[in-house]
């Protein structure tokens, strides 16, 4: 008896459960129907977000639409709107947002493939900035050099044409030596001739002399 009314009060009693959050559907069956009205055949069970082509709208609350696939047939002005329903626009949504995402992995890859290609452009500029460097030393080494030549071939010629001077300068040497060869020899010349026409004039003279000194004794 006591267990009976202690399951009696159990029963009895409000039950507590722990509330639970839910949300109302949003999908939606509306009927594609041969007339305007509940009494006429179904043709088809059209779910939200069903493109149609509104034939006519009558203002019993009804419109002839078309199906993309060819149907025709009548449904309830009320579950019609111009913009394709939320559950679409999130799709279109997702799928752009897909095409944006895969956009954007695609313009990382080109983004990584550009600091490549820049590092590599970079290393290369530097690379020909050391070797102008080196051609600027090399280039300035060789001007060096060849000025060396240069500077040889105008010793050379200025040496040649010092030569050239004091090979005139010898030639006139040897001239006025020749002349002076040429003018003491004939003084030489005179000089003889004057003693030998002396020594002529002496041996025709003394002997006279004598004769004299002579005869005189």
């Not at 203002?59 to 009320?78: A, H, K, L, M």
């Not at 010629?157 to 010898?170: G, H, I, P, T, Y």
């Not at 002076?180 to 003889?192: H, N, P, T, V």
Request: aromatic share 6%.
């Amino acid at each position: 008896m006591k267990k009976t009314a202690l399951l009696l009060l159990a029963f009895s009693l409000p039950v507590w459960v722990q509330a639970q959050t839910q949300y109302v559907s949003d999908k939606l069956v509306i009927m594609l129907r041969s007339g305007q009205g509940n009494q006429y055949q179904i043709i088809k069970a059209l779910p939200s977000g069903t493109k149609l082509n509104v034939l006519e709208s009558e203002e019993s609350g009804y419109s002839r639409v078309e199906t993309e696939d060819g149907n025709e047939g009548w449904v309830r002005t009320q579950y019609l709107i111009d913009e394709p329903i939320a559950l679409h626009k999130l799709e279109r949504t997702d799928k752009k947002l897909a095409r944006l995402s895969e956009q954007n992995k695609l313009l990382r890859v080109e983004l990584d493939e550009l600091k490549n290609k820049t590092k590599t452009l970079d290393d290369e500029r530097k690379d020909y900035i050391n070797k102008y460097n080196s051609s600027s030393t090399e280039l300035k080494r060789l001007t060096q050099v060849a000025a060396k030549p240069i500077l040889l071939d105008k010793q050379n010629r200025d040496l040649k044409q010092s030569n050239v001077s004091l090979e005139k300068d010898l030639q006139l040497m040897q001239q006025e030596n020749q002349v002076l060869k040429d003018r003491s020899q004939r003084e030489w010349f005179i000089a003889g001739a004057g003693v030998l026409f002396g020594g002529m004039i002496l041996g025709l003279i003394i002997p006279k002399i004598r004769w004299r000194k002579k005869s005189s004794w």
